[in-house]
């Protein structure tokens, strides 16, 4: 059987046409990104059989729609669990009860994630005898997932599913998913509008705009890209995937390795080996044309300029860098680039000002 997502969707809608072409990892965090009423929501609902679109839908070589040959199986055919915004429980059950019903959708030798395994890896074990009335809204969602998970799906569909929850329960309930991405080997298609939400969970990007794929490929290539509109917003970031190496006691400073070389945090209490996602903002980010003259800057990285773009501001411009595989953007001012005459393909040092920890 062949590996992967094949998504081929076409679907007319009242203020535009979806027709997503794409080919997806068939493992780790897809997220769906784009502006309310991009189509993110479609495509999972044409992925699901929620809406009939034309085409063709294939998770990791089981086809559950392939328009040539005919084939549509029913939403209730297709092996796959849905969160969604609200996590629309039983109310007459308790959590106990909800997440039964979810097991109870596949037959016992069907079963890929036991009830013990979805108890601990949402941490819900305390929550079963109560009813659903006495969650909190995070807690909901973590029983909602729960129950998605123990139908055993081949595919996990979320949609928004942080998006009716205030600042403290997001931050409550995004353990749990980074989780999810971590130790399942279930592929998840998360639709999202939040750009802090993306960076810390997903491994692959899909930018949508009107119905059309704008742009398919790893996160940290589509964040470095500057023909997108992702380098054009006045946060825009790059998410880089370090391990740290050692923790320096004297400086309290924790050091992480990239794809080649390294950079210092804060210390950060994580175990020397253990992978760290970080995100470093283009605003963050100064050129300098060697590494001879000292800097309060730590984290100094030879880098190469791949190219350049606008930015939101006229006096500005963007850079794009490769640091030895680590990609990165820089917003400069245009009279920084001609006073130090930066050029594509020139060798440059990257300084990074600052870099956050996510999660």
């Given at each position: ?35 309310s009423g991009s189509g993110k929501t479609t495509l999972l609902r044409c992925v699901a059989g929620l809406a009939r679109a034309a085409g063709r839908v294939e998770i990791n070589g089981e086809c559950w729609q392939d328009d040539a040959r005919r084939i549509f199986l029913p939403t209730h055919q297709r092996a796959l669990g849905y969160v969604f915004q609200e996590a ?65 799906p081949r595919l996990l569909l979320m949609d928004e599913p942080l998006a009716a929850l205030d600042a403290r329960r997001k931050q409550e309930i995004l353990p749990y998913l980074e989780r999810l991405h971590d130790e399942l080997a279930i592929p998840i298609l998360y639709v999202s509008h939040s750009p802090d939400e993306v960076a810390r969970l997903a491994d692959h ?155």
């Open positions: 059987m062949s590996g992967g997502l094949d998504l081929r969707c076409r679907l007319p809608l009242a203020d535009f046409a979806l027709e997503a072409d794409l080919s997806l990892p068939g493992r780790g965090v897809t997220a769906l990104f784009g502006p629309s429980l039983f109310a007459h059950l308790s959590v106990k009860a909800n997440l039964e019903f979810g097991l109870k959708r596949i037959a016992p030798a069907e079963r890929k994630v036991g009830w013990d395994a979805a108890l601990e890896l949402l941490g819900i074990g305390h929550l079963l005898e109560r009813g659903t009335g006495a969650l909190s809204g995070g807690e909901r969602q973590r029983v909602a997932i729960a129950r998605a998970l123990l139908t055993s990007l899909v930018l949508l705009e009107q119905g059309r794929v704008l742009a398919s490929g790893p996160i940290a290539e589509l964040q470095a890209r500057l023909d997108l509109p992702l380098a054009l917003d006045e946060d825009a970031a790059v998410v880089v995937e370090a391990q740290v190496l050692e923790h320096d006691e004297a400086y309290a400073l924790t050091r992480l390795g990239l794809a080649r070389g390294s950079i210092q945090v804060t210390r950060k209490p994580l175990a020397v080996g253990a992978r760290a996602r970080i995100k470093i903002q283009a605003r963050d980010v100064s050129i300098a044309l060697s590494a001879d003259n000292p800097s309060s800057i730590v984290n100094r990285l030879p880098a190469r300029i791949r190219g350049f773009g606008e930015a939101v501001h006229p006096a500005q411009c963007l850079v794009s860098l490769d640091a030895g595989g680590t990609l990165l953007l820089a917003r400069i001012t245009r009279l920084s680039r001609d006073q130090l005459d930066l050029r594509e393909g020139m060798e440059v040092v990257a300084q990074i000002k600052s870099v956050a920890l996510l999660g």
